[in-house]
């Protein structure tokens, strides 16, 4: 498999599965909200509630139910 396919096969149900969010990286060079669309778009396709995006240096966190969004301290604990 390639990436696109272990991550969608493998670590994407894994993450649903243990109700984690997806959580979409950019490297520490990106501004912290530069993921946040394609972090939506794959909780959108996975029907998960949260999201993220991260740059290595913050966390943006998304509630798709909600609307709700901004920057968090660290990810929350299952």
Not at 49 to 71: H, K, Q, V
């Amino acid at each position: 498999m390639n990436e696109a396919e272990t991550r969608a096969e493998l670590i994407d149900p894994l993450l649903a599965a243990a109700g984690l969010a997806v959580v979409e990286a950019k490297p520490d060079t990106a501004p912290l909200t530069e993921g946040v669309a394609q972090a939506k778009d794959s909780a959108g396709k996975l029907q998960l509630r949260f999201t993220s995006a991260s740059n290595g240096l913050g966390i943006y966190a998304i509630d798709m139910a909600s609307g709700e969004e901004g920057p968090l301290e660290a990810f929350p604990s299952t």
